[in-house]
């Protein structure tokens, strides 16, 4: 169609389909999709492009995620190493003895021993720990 042509009725609620169609894809159901490349005319190149440019934004959705759940993971570690260390600083301080146990009713060497754990990335035991 050119731009000289008159809009028909049906050009009009295909516009309004696709429009709606296209502010509504993050709830898209394979039908809606398929309406859509059907109603744009979308040559199976197009329909590939389309596919792939949504995987990618689910694939970065799922790394920011991923991410954000590696951050938190992250918080909790270093949360289990400040507990273990303020335990050690707090024994030492009040001049209590090295092999004694700490206010948890352990020895400093478990506390350096969860330390060392809580810093080690291929180890998921902190994981049970309760801060």
Same mark, same amino acid.
């Given at each position: 169609?050119?731009?000289? $042509? *008159? +809009? /028909? !009725?049906?050009? =009009?609620?295909? &516009?309004?389909? %696709?429009?709606?169609?296209?502010?509504?894809?993050?709830?898209?159901?394979?039908?809606?999709?398929?309406?859509?490349?059907?109603?744009?005319?979308m040559? $199976? *190149? +197009? /329909? !590939?492009?389309? =596919?792939?440019? &949504?995987?990618? %934004?689910?694939?970065?959705?799922?790394?920011?995620?991923?991410?954000?759940?590696?951050?938190?993971?992250?918080?909790?570690?270093?949360?289990?190493?400040?507990?273990?260390?303020?335990?050690?600083?707090?024994?030492?301080?009040?001049?209590?003895?090295?092999?004694?146990?700490?206010?948890?009713?352990?020895?400093?060497?478990?506390?350096?021993?969860?330390?060392?754990?809580?810093?080690?990335?291929s180890?998921?035991?902190?994981?049970?720990w309760?801060?």
């Amino acid at each position: 169609m050119n731009h000289k $042509e *008159q +809009l /028909t !009725r049906e050009d =009009v609620l295909k &516009a309004k389909l %696709i429009m709606d169609s296209v502010t509504n894809l993050d709830d898209a159901d394979g039908e809606t999709l398929e309406n859509i490349i059907e109603l744009l005319g979308m040559t $199976e *190149q +197009l /329909t !590939r492009q389309l =596919v792939m440019g &949504a995987s990618q %934004i689910f694939i970065d959705m799922l790394v920011e995620e991923k991410q954000g759940l590696e951050r938190d993971e992250m918080k909790r570690r270093v949360k289990c190493v400040v507990q273990d260390a303020n335990a050690i600083l707090s024994h030492l301080m009040d001049d209590k003895p090295l092999d004694g146990l700490t206010t948890y009713g352990v020895n400093i060497h478990t506390h350096i021993d969860n330390i060392t754990t809580a810093c080690d990335f291929s180890d998921d035991e902190s994981k049970t720990w309760k801060i």
